[in-house]
């Protein structure tokens, strides 16, 4: 193939450019699914105990989430944020965030209603005599959870946790949007002195296939060791 179409030594020399996208991709990553898990948790729980009012507002969460794009949901959280700092009268608070924290909150938001459907769906498949054996040696309901019934959900539930932990890192490359630096903001930067963007993304796609690959054998053997630990 002409140099002209495809050159492979630009390519070599961009990667370190564009490979200094990985951390801010990972922490968005990393950042978002901790506090996603901690959200779909929550929303799991209160859907399955059904608390008044609040079970119903978890619903309405879940099924905004999940209908909406992503895409549109750091819109909303990048300029609608600001606008209710405006309201309040507290404008002045918000010039000093910077952008990459309106893309955790947007993620967080994002990951915790999928996983809160994943949790949810896991716990149902733990037979309700588990809890039964453990009100009878004297656990409470949170006991019961922590002790019993999560860790068992986790084995469930882990490989789809996973896929969304990919689809996660996959998504991050929507926070160019907001101007966050991370592999295809990057990508982008480094291609538009050149005009080659074509290379760019190529290398931007293998940075993300290659981490994909890795985190992937990660869950694979972690899997491995929760089951193995649950036979023992």
Not at 156 to 185: C, H, Q, R, W, Y
Request: contains cysteine.
């Amino acid at each position: 193939m002409s140099s002209n179409l495809f050159d492979v030594n630009y390519m070599i020399a961009s990667i370190p450019s564009i490979a200094k996208g990985i951390p801010v991709s990972l922490s968005i990553a990393v950042i978002a699914f901790i506090f996603g898990l901690a959200i779909g948790l929550m929303v799991a729980l209160l859907r399955l105990y059904k608390v008044p009012v609040i079970s119903k507002m978890a619903v309405v969460y879940v099924s905004f989430i999940r209908g909406t794009p992503l895409l549109v949901q750091i819109f909303l959280a990048y300029y609608g944020v600001p606008i209710l700092f405006r309201i309040f009268e507290a404008s002045h608070y918000i010039s000093d965030i910077p952008a990459i924290y309106f893309i955790y909150v947007s993620f967080s938001l994002n990951v915790g209603a999928y996983l809160s459907e994943t949790i949810r769906a896991a716990i149902v498949t733990i037979p309700k005599g588990q809890f039964e054996a453990a009100y009878s040696i004297g656990m409470t309901t949170p006991q019961a959870l922590m002790k019993i019934i999560l860790p068992q959900a986790l084995v469930v539930a882990l490989p789809n946790i996973g896929n969304m932990f990919i689809m996660l890192l996959k998504d991050t490359s929507l926070a160019f949007v907001a101007s966050v630096p991370e592999i295809i903001g990057e990508a982008k930067i480094v291609a538009g002195r050149t005009s080659q963007f074509f290379e760019a993304f190529i290398v931007a796609a293998l940075m993300y296939w290659s981490i994909c690959l890795i985190v992937e054998r990660l869950l694979v053997l972690l899997e491995r060791r929760l089951l193995k630990s649950e036979r023992e």
